[in-house]
């Protein structure tokens, strides 16, 4: 069984900062590409920011010059560095990975339970 688990969400006013967390556990061989993505309230869940296990990047435009995603494969854990939050940016942020279970194995993709981003005055 593979776990991803999310920290570092709360309540942050207009212009501040977060860091967010996914730390991977369980049953891992390796993990590829790994993601972030979100979902605002009435809203579909979209994607903020990926990374390779090599580490190139793509973000939404949105978030871009803003947010920088980042990981530590040593510690099967990404991390999603938030600067100049928006109220727009107001959602639940989940992580999403993909991963080899065993060396012969093909990769499934798992997500976090999610962590909520609050951005008011």
């Known amino acids: 069984q593979v776990q991803l688990v999310e920290s570092g969400g709360g309540l942050v006013q207009p212009g501040g900062s977060l860091r967010l967390s996914c730390a991977a556990s369980?049953?891992?061989?390796?993990?590829?590409?790994m993601g972030w993505y979100r979902q605002a309230p009435g809203k579909e869940r979209e994607l903020v920011a990926t990374?390779?296990?090599?580490?190139?990047?793509n973000y939404t435009d949105p978030v871009k010059g803003r947010f920088t995603i980042s990981r530590d494969n040593a510690k099967n854990t990404m991390y999603l560095q938030m600067n100049s939050l928006r109220p727009e940016d107001t959602a639940v942020y989940y992580c999403?990975?993909?991963?080899?279970?065993?060396?012969?194995?093909?990769?499934?993709?798992?997500w976090g339970q999610g962590t909520q981003v609050t951005v008011s005055s």
């Open positions: 999403n990975a993909g991963v080899l279970r065993y060396w012969y194995s093909k990769e499934y993709r798992y």
């Open positions: 369980g049953s891992i061989f390796s993990i590829k590409a």
């Open positions: 990374i390779t296990s090599g580490g190139s990047t």
